[in-house]
């Protein structure tokens, strides 16, 4: 079978045609990686390139000289943006995004800047300005890590920590996120609220016991404490204002607020001014009610 001969110039186009998309889909030295955590509603992004080792051992002070202002990446300077504003090695950083930068050095602490320019190129060191943010961080040791890797090794309720790393040093980075409810409450706001409550289910099925639901306050916080426990080993909630008299419902463990649920509420009742109980529900749905103990 003979095939028939395509023309050179027609070859020539297609390849001319194919060499965009060859070109988008090639290998770079320091591929580009983005990480984001969320913790109570504040997002936290990081977008950065991802340089490897390569076998070097002397990243800091030799390929990365002492003193100088060094991006903890490649190519386009790290970023970090922040969907709210939160606190950072102790400085109030705002909504924005910043060029993140580091300042090396041999036998101090490092300098962490956060510069409200955020294209700028990892090669523009920049200088100190009074519209940076400016900490000081100590490095630490850590195990050899061939890529630049950034991560969010730990994450809590109010905050996360920050973490980076190459070669065999990184440092980590506590962040602290607003509250989108209140966490403390006044000894005054409490006092209305405070006391014993007969608790019940509404549900008809329940199998859980009535119980006494004592309001308390505690370290700032207000908080109904279930005895017997409910389920077991639900023992206490944590009570977040929402409004006058409704408290968004705040799941306790280990006497640390592990999670909260704003669409679950306790809404207190009252007579003549006097609070004489709650209901415990979801919008118009009310899954228990709690009467003042006399």
Same mark, same amino acid.
């Given at each position: /079978? +003979?095939?028939?001969?395509?023309?050179?110039?027609?070859?020539?186009?297609?390849?001319?045609?194919?060499?965009? +998309?060859?070109?988008?889909?090639?290998?770079?030295?320091?591929?580009?990686?983005?990480?984001?955590?969320?913790?109570?509603?504040?997002?936290?992004?990081?977008?950065?390139?991802?340089?490897?080792? +390569?076998?070097?051992?002397?990243?800091?002070?030799? /390929?990365?000289?002492?003193?100088?202002?060094?991006?903890?990446?490649?190519?386009?300077?790290?970023?970090?943006?922040?969907?709210?504003?939160?606190?950072?090695?102790? /400085?109030?950083?705002?909504?924005?995004?910043?060029?993140?930068?580091?300042?090396?050095?041999?036998?101090?602490?490092?300098?962490?800047?956060?510069?409200?320019?955020?294209?700028?190129?990892?090669?523009?060191?920049?200088?100190?300005?009074?519209?940076?943010? +400016?900490?000081?961080?100590?490095?630490?040791?850590?195990?050899?890590?061939?890529?630049?890797?950034?991560?969010?090794?730990?994450?809590?309720?109010?905050?996360?920590?920050?973490?980076?790393?190459?070669?065999?040093?990184?440092?980590?980075?506590?962040?602290?996120?607003?509250?989108?409810?209140?966490?403390?409450?006044?000894?005054?706001?409490?006092?209305?609220?405070?006391?014993?409550?007969?608790?019940?289910?509404?549900?008809?099925?329940?199998?859980?016991?009535?119980?006494?639901?004592?309001?308390?306050?505690?370290?700032?916080?207000?908080?109904?404490?279930?005895?017997?426990?409910?389920?077991?080993?639900?023992?206490? /909630?944590?009570?977040?204002?929402?409004?006058?008299?409704?408290?968004?419902?705040?799941?306790?463990?280990?006497?640390?607020?592990?999670?909260?649920?704003?669409?679950?509420?306790?809404?207190?009742?009252?007579?003549?001014?006097?609070?004489?109980?709650?209901?415990?529900?979801?919008?118009?749905?009310?899954?228990?009610?709690?009467?003042?103990?006399?």
């Amino acid at each position: /079978m +003979r095939f028939p001969l395509i023309p050179f110039a027609a070859i020539a186009a297609v390849l001319l045609c194919a060499a965009p +998309r060859l070109l988008a889909a090639q290998i770079v030295a320091s591929e580009r990686a983005l990480v984001a955590q969320t913790v109570d509603g504040t997002r936290i992004t990081v977008d950065y390139s991802r340089p490897r080792a +390569r076998g070097r051992t002397n990243i800091y002070g030799g /390929m990365e000289k002492w003193g100088i202002t060094w991006t903890p990446g490649a190519d386009d300077a790290t970023t970090l943006e922040v969907s709210k504003p939160v606190t950072l090695l102790g /400085m109030t950083v705002p909504k924005g995004r910043y060029s993140v930068w580091l300042v090396l050095r041999e036998r101090e602490p490092w300098t962490l800047v956060l510069d409200p320019r955020d294209s700028l190129f990892h090669t523009d060191h920049p200088d100190s300005t009074a519209q940076q943010l +400016r900490a000081p961080i100590v490095p630490r040791v850590v195990p050899q890590t061939e890529v630049l890797t950034w991560s969010f090794p730990a994450v809590t309720t109010t905050g996360a920590t920050l973490d980076f790393r190459w070669g065999t040093l990184g440092v980590e980075i506590p962040i602290t996120v607003p509250p989108s409810l209140p966490l403390l409450v006044s000894a005054e706001a409490a006092a209305p609220f405070l006391g014993d409550y007969d608790f019940t289910w509404t549900d008809s099925t329940s199998t859980e016991k009535p119980s006494r639901f004592t309001v308390v306050r505690r370290d700032g916080k207000l908080l109904g404490v279930w005895d017997p426990a409910q389920y077991g080993t639900l023992r206490e /909630m944590q009570l977040l204002s929402n409004g006058p008299d409704v408290f968004a419902y705040g799941f306790v463990r280990n006497g640390e607020l592990w999670s909260t649920n704003p669409t679950l509420t306790v809404k207190f009742e009252r007579a003549n001014g006097a609070v004489t109980g709650f209901v415990y529900g979801s919008g118009s749905e009310v899954f228990a009610r709690g009467i003042r103990r006399k």
